[in-house]
């Protein structure tokens, strides 16, 4: 029963590719590489993390990388011009940007009803035009940033990064809120059947606010975390990730047209994208052919997603009832 589950497909396939690639370059399996292909996975499977929980209420968030690129870019910006700025304080400005960046489009999208891959359209190409506006075009170097500003991603505790350990964290998190919170399950049933989840009294349009809210704050943290991981901020930070990100997804098996999904697929969509990324070079297999590789995956995704819907139906996350109210609980 488990072999059929996709999750365990997708983990065996991780698996195998990691030996098929090592068995061809031994220096891929060796304990530093694959402590990097762990802490370069981290910010695509957070990002994935958060996607997830808007695609399960059939939206779509295009604006991430935008958002991630703004916020990012606000962080260098206030930590080269006030080096003396305690760490936190300027994380916390950069989840509290992409926090705002994801409350419009939650508005937009909950309570003005507008559609949800039109609003994040337009928010993308503006949050994007903003990044170039604020910084005026031009690029913040690692020697304008604090040096602890730099380093905190990489630093490692216990022998792990710091990255390492907040993506922990936070897979912990997204399972906990899609599984045992009510918020999490008011999502799935949103997404399953939005009219049925509006008359058990499901606040629709308060849970996508915030559903949106989170990703942008996800969105915002990983922003720090990506320009102080590189130490660079530039105008094209994160440029078209946000579609690598909703791959993850489809890859994990988080269905488009939303009341399903799994924390451990999107985890696990994430590390197969991460590993095809770090394998492909090692291999000396060409760009090109790195994109065509990665599209034919998700391609093939896409195929298994609608052939099990097809034959199974939706796997959504049980949704209890209030015998007594008739709402959700």
């Not at 950069?94 to 507008?114: D, P, R």
């Not at 350990?165 to 999490?184: C, E, T």
């Not at 070079?281 to 609608?306: C, D, E, R, Y």
Request: aromatic share 10%.
């Amino acid at each position: 029963m488990m072999l059929k589950m996709r999750e365990t497909q997708l983990a065996l396939c991780i698996v195998a590719l990691i030996a098929l690639v090592g068995a061809r370059a031994p220096v891929f399996v060796t304990p530093g590489s694959l402590s990097n292909l762990l802490t370069d996975s981290t910010l695509l499977v957070m990002l994935a993390l958060a996607q997830m929980l808007v695609i399960v209420t059939r939206g779509v968030d295009l604006s991430m990388a935008s958002s991630l690129a703004l916020a990012g870019m606000m962080s260098a910006l206030l930590a080269s011009r006030f080096p003396a700025l305690p760490l936190f304080i300027v994380v916390l400005v950069a989840v509290a940007i992409g926090l705002g960046l994801g409350l419009i489009n939650g508005y937009l999208i909950g309570y003005l009803e507008l559609p949800p891959i039109v609003v994040t359209l337009g928010t993308m190409s503006v949050y994007r035009g903003m990044v170039f506006v604020l910084s005026g075009g031009a690029w913040v170097s690692s020697h304008q940033m604090p040096a602890d500003f730099i380093a905190f991603p990489l630093t490692k505790l216990f022998g792990v990064t710091h990255l390492v350990w907040i993506a922990a964290l936070v897979v912990l998190a997204a399972w906990y809120v899609a599984r045992y919170s009510r918020f999490g399950r008011d999502l799935y049933a949103i997404g399953n059947e939005p009219s049925s989840a509006r008359y058990v009294g499901i606040p629709i349009a308060r849970r996508l606010l915030w559903t949106y809210g989170l990703a942008g704050a996800m969105a915002g943290l990983c922003g720090y975390l990506w320009v102080a991981r590189y130490a660079v901020a530039y105008t094209e930070i994160a440029y078209g990730f946000e579609f690598t990100v909703i791959a993850a997804c489809v890859i994990g098996g988080i269905s488009i047209a939303g009341g399903s999904g799994s924390v451990a697929g999107a985890v696990l969509g994430g590390l197969f994208l991460a590993v095809i990324g770090n394998a492909l070079p090692v291999v000396k297999v060409s760009p090109f052919w790195q994109s065509a590789l990665t599209g034919l995956v998700i391609l093939t995704a896409v195929l298994i997603n609608a052939r099990n819907g097809k034959q199974g139906g939706r796997q959504i996350l049980p949704l209890h009832l209030n015998k007594a109210t008739g709402s959700a609980a």
